[in-house]
């Protein structure tokens, strides 16, 4: 009986005042004039009864996170279905400022706040129309117009002095985040704020705030809805860990993902870590080897943050949220394009030869995926592909995430579309091994304007070793020697008419290359074709070095139950059929051998042969009834068919969204690491063996900062060798000359190194 009763032991503390049940998860509690969501104990929002903006956007969490449905959600905030739903589509068209909005006003209530009708007078002292008011507090030029007449606003000459509006406050959610770079010959700078001119004159960096350490101002701003990005705000300091990252900055501003990012993705609304610094942060985690945001926890917040002008650097549960609204865009393929095109028009010297190859990244959760074979483990495993296209330096491209076991000839027509959109009618050269090998596909490729350098593949009909002669190729200064045949070839029955040069290896290996370029050496043949271990190297870089490999997110999301698969029954008939007919060769060899060491005058006759062997010959009949059989029951079996008749669970994938974003801020990085390699090549004699640990190691060095009304002076420590220190040197020459700005603010980026003498 006691059991019976236990509930009713504490009831206040089962269900205390104010506290309604959402669902088992999720708890809904008014105290103080205040409330909290509470979802599995942990607080999703907190704010004060009759903040309707915060209570939408609550609701709209609790829904689009799968928490609670809409009908618990509803039944909860004494509200109706239709406005949650309401709530969730002006949240999605307009972001937070958007649910700020209501179908209209109740009698007595006002049209405006107090603080907002102070910011409208302000403004319109200050000279701007109705229309700049309406832009920046995000409000109907109605809305203003009524305002104003109600208010009686007459022009005055004289303010009282109140806290002056920074121009990123007054953003309306329709504004960017940072301004694009202007067209070539507009005289604008890329790397500048957004400054309306007839904005009040704010601090150098643009921040309200004065005290690097303490953003309190620019924080609330952010919570009222007021700022979109934290402007930078750098302090002097001595020695900051990490702060030779910085060397970056001109790298990472020139390939244009500041401005793409802009132009994609416009805003993340109203936050302090908008869309500019996320990127920003994203951007320098990697270059600091911090490979995921949960490392960020062995990491000084506050030490970060004077690098990146804030005065902490964001949480694991703040980026991680902020890469998850980024995702809700789907919008990581039109990003990957714009870096793309960025890439190509600033360097499109490098993108006569393109490597296509796809990555294999091995899954080991819990969820049912399906396999692809790994080749650097030599097994099938659970796993994802990526298909890199990289450069002929080895950098990066851009990068697709395949179908589900999808192969290289299969995913090659989509590639090449999109590099048609990238290059124009310009004729390229694609070099891939041995997975896109498919003469078919060879005659689609040379008919979309392409070359192509491939491996051959398949038996090859033997060349004479006297056929062979040595070549020899001189590329960036070093000659590379290879021993070569050089002959035309005809596939598909001679419709197709290509080159084959053959390389013959001191092993004695013969290794076939066949290309469309009859206009190349044969020695510039083989290296364009051995270059592609460029972009082996730059997979495995990657994965050691940024952690290509990471598992971005957990979440699934449903494939294509229609999607067709390899049939495993067919699989299994098949393997039976394989070891018949290897037993079958097995005895028809034995037999064979039989014959021919038959000594006639032992069995004179054929028919004495036969009769001497005739176990053998019974078993050899044998074995080809069996494979004969097996033949026919396979001819009945499909080979492949749907996904979903094989599992019983819906049919899962990867969520992509979320790695396709960490793919592509990975690739931005890898390429600015080459620019500086690439810059300070001509100062350091072993740039091809050290290039990228000396680039890395300044990147990670300490460094003092200095700032005044219009610089950021950055000065890195010595480095461990004379020689790299010099080396430095001239990369801070090279970088000084560019004149970069930090992203978002005004201050011109200086760079020096201290002298080691």
Known sequence: MASDK????FPHLLNPAGTQIINE????????????????????????????????????NLVDQNWADQNDVAKAFGCSVRTVRRHQRRFEEGGLPALGRSSGYPRGRARLATKRQRSMEHLKTQ???????????????????????????????????????????????????????????????????????????PSPSGSLDTDPTDRQVDRLMARLGLLDDAPPLFGSAVALPRAGVLLAIPALVHSGIFDCAQKIYGTLGPAFFGLRTTILILLLMALWRIKLPEALKEHSPAALGRVLGVDRAPEVKTLRRKLTRLAAFQRAAQFGQALAQ??????????????????????????????????????????????????????????????????????????????????????????????????????????????????????????????????????????????????????????????????????????????????????????????????????????????????????????????????????????QWRQAHAHFDRLQSEYGLEAWTNLEQQRRTMRGFK?????????????????????????????????????????????????????????????????????????????????????????????????TEKELRVTLVPQSSPHRTRAIAALCQELNSLDSFFPGSRLRLRYAIHSTA
């Open 611 to 707: 009769i001497a062997q005739s176990k053998l010959a019974q078993q050899l009949c044998e074995a080809c009834e069996r494979m004969t059989r097996l033949e026919a029951r396979r001819a009945k079996i499909p080979r492949r068919v749907p996904v979903q008749s094989l599992n019983a669970e819906p049919v899962v994938k990867l969520a992509p969204e979320i790695k396709h974003l960490t793919n592509l801020v990975k690739m931005v990085a890898y390429q600015a690491e080459s620019d500086l390699v690439r810059t300070v090549a001509p100062y350091y004699r072993r740039v091809e063996d050290e290039g990228r640990t000396l680039i890395q190691a300044a990147l990670l060095s300490a460094a003092d900062l200095v700032v």
């Open 25 to 60: 998860r999720c708890v809904l509690r008014t105290q103080d004039g205040y409330r909290v969501v509470l979802v599995s104990g942990m607080p999703l929002a907190h704010y004060a009864v009759g903040d309707d903006m915060s209570e939408a956007h609550a609701m709209v």
């Open 6 to 9: 236990s509930d009713d032991l």
């Open 342 to 575: 960025q890439r190509v028009d600033q360097r499109g010297e490098a993108v006569g030869f393109l490597y296509i190859d796809g990555h294999v990244r091995v899954y080991h959760g819990k969820h049912q995926l399906p396999k692809a074979h790994v080749a650097r483990m030599r097994l099938s495993m659970p796993a994802t592909t990526d298909y890199w296209v990289n450069d002929a330096t080895g950098d990066p491209l851009f990068v697709i995430t395949a179908e589900v076991n999808a192969g290289l000839v299969k995913m090659l027509p989509g590639i090449l579309a999109e590099l048609r959109r990238l290059v124009g009618s310009r004729r390229l050269t694609i070099v891939f091994d041995r997975g896109g090998f498919s003469p078919k596909l060879f005659v689609q490729i040379l008919a979309a304007n392409f070359d192509i350098l491939t491996y051959r593949k398949g038996r090859v009909r033997r060349i004479p070793t006297r056929c062979f002669h040595t070549r020899r190729t001189r590329v960036d200064g070093r000659t590379f020697t290879y021993l070569l045949a050089d002959q035309e070839v005809r596939l598909l029955k001679g419709r197709l008419r290509l080159r084959q040069v053959t390389r013959l290896s001191d092993d004695g290996h013969r290794t076939p290359i066949l290309t469309s370029r009859r206009d190349l050496a044969s020695a510039q043949v083989a290296y364009w074709m051995f270059n592609r271990w460029r972009q082996e190297n730059f997979f495995k870089y990657l994965r050691e070095e940024f952690l290509l490999d990471a598992l971005a997110e957990y979440a699934v999301v449903p494939d294509d139950p229609k999607r067709e698969v390899p049939n495993p029954a067919w699989a299994r008939v098949d393997a």
């Open 127 to 201: 000279g701007h129309s109705q229309y700049e008011i309406a832009r920046r507090l995000g409000i109907s030029v109605r809305a203003v117009r009524k305002t104003l007449r109600r208010l009686g606003w007459q022009p005055t000459t004289a303010v009282q002095p109140e806290l002056p509006l920074n121009a990123s406050e007054a953003k309306s959610n329709a504004a960017p985040a940072f301004t694009p770079p202007q067209a070539a010959g507009s005289g604008g700078d890329p790397n500048l704020s957004a400054f309306s001119p007839s904005s009040p004159r």
